[in-house]
């Protein structure tokens, strides 16, 4: 058994390092005293760097020095507490970001990312994040599961095929299931035309299960012109928002209508105004989606949207009070999905089309991978723009 640990923290705006870290327990007094007999320890595989993480790093919200960072997590069981039932030492597990008791109200009626027993905060959990219940972060080399029946997910292959497809399967853990969350939601079917807002790793994901769940046009917008050829890489027509500003404009040259059946924002509280020289401007997205989505339509909103954030433009802003055009959503019926995805509604599914290659969501997203050791320099790239999804590799496994 290891006795020592890796992994990556936050130490202000800007800055992480990669530090020694204690090695993982199941005795958490440090997380409101739990005694997790029902937890796992696991080798990390493979830990992904998201976009959530990003807004952390930036500075953008309440995250302290020190917070521990990493909520999408692939790995093997190595350990095990005295009341696990059924995952067993070596089962190669994908782990949904959102921390599930399995027991309470919500986790019952498959809301998982709104767990009422994980976080005496408010409802929800996740590893290595602010505010998120005080759990450690999974971009390290160990990390504790805490309800390990309920929350890991055994890929059912041999080994070989499993690191064979890790690039793949690293997504289950939070952006391919998030994607899908903000597609389905929205209603994306057989002949939809979608518009994603933003190209980074969530929207390419969310245009991979558009185009998944039969979507016969997926239009995606952003700013960053090598994120935008990734999209058009796989399929998707593509609008330079650095260049339109007139969104509809732009979708009517593709349809030869100016809307579309469905609209996903995979931006979040950090978007900017559309058009050359245009500054943050949080409520965009929100307010473009609803212009060019048709009436009666579906609008799925896994974009991070926040309650406090020191760097917001204006005080209202800094507690999540953005200008949204509501009474426009109303006069269009138009139905809003917000929040966390619940990954345990989506991640089977979506395994099981990556096991028998009904889809190349890694390739899709240019996913593309780092020793841990290199996590600083992923996130100064992902930040400036990087049309990637850096998988951290805390062991060299993930080539092997």
């Known amino acids: 058994m290891a006795d020592s640990n890796r992994g990556v923290v936050y130490q202000g705006s800007g800055t992480v390092t990669v530090e020694n870290l204690d090695y993982p327990k199941l005795t958490l007094d440090e997380q409101n005293g739990r005694r997790l007999q029902h937890g796992a320890i696991l080798k990390v595989l493979a830990t992904n760097i998201c976009g959530s993480d990003q807004h952390m790093v930036r500075g953008r ?9 990493g909520h999408e997590i692939t790995g093997e069981v190595i350990e095990l507490g005295s009341d696990v039932e059924f995952i067993k030492k070596g089962d190669l597990v994908s782990v949904p970001f959102n921390i599930a008791c399995g027991r309470c109200r919500n986790c019952k009626e498959r809301n998982t990312g709104v767990c009422e027993n994980v976080n005496p905060a408010r409802a929800g959990a996740a590893y290595g994040y602010v505010d998120m219940g005080g759990w450690h972060g999974g971009q390290a080399q160990y990390v504790t599961v805490p309800y390990a029946d309920f929350n890991l997910l055994k890929i059912p ?13 690293a997504m289950l853990s939070d952006i391919f ?20 807002a933003g190209a980074g790793p969530v929207g390419l994901a969310c245009a991979t299960a558009c185009f998944l769940l039969g979507a016969a046009v997926v239009i995606v917008g952003d700013m960053v012109d090598s994120r935008l050829a990734q999209a058009r890489s796989f399929g998707c027509e593509t609008i330079d928002l650095s260049a339109h500003d007139n969104i509809p404009e732009q979708i009517e040259q593709v349809l030869g209508v100016p809307e579309v059946d469905a609209s996903v924002d995979c931006v979040g509280f950090e978007a900017r105004g559309h058009g050359k020289d245009a500054g943050e401007q949080p409520a965009t997205v929100l ?25 917001g433009v204006d005080e209202h802003a800094q507690v999540g009070q953005l200008g949204i055009r509501i009474g426009l959503g109303w006069a269009k019926s138009h139905v809003f999905t917000t929040g966390q995805c619940p990954v345990m509604r989506y991640n089977r599914q979506l395994m099981m089309a990556i096991l028998y290659d009904r889809v190349q969501i890694a390739r899709n997203v240019n996913a593309t991978v780092i020793p841990l050791d290199d996590a600083p320099a992923g996130y100064r790239e992902f930040d400036q723009g990087a049309a990637r999804k850096y998988i951290l590799d805390p062991h060299g496994l993930v080539n092997a």
């Open 157 to 169: 292959a041999d080994r070989d095929t499993v690191m064979a497809k890790l690039p793949d399967l």
């Open 177 to 196: 299931p998030t994607g899908y969350h903000g597609a389905y939601t929205a209603g994306v079917t057989t002949g939809s035309t979608v518009y994603v």
């Open 61 to 69: 919200t309440t995250a302290p020095v020190g917070q521990t960072l």
């Open 287 to 311: 307010n473009s989606v609803m212009e060019i989505t048709r009436a009666a339509g579906g609008i799925g909103i896994p974009g991070l949207y926040v309650t406090g954030d020191p760097g």
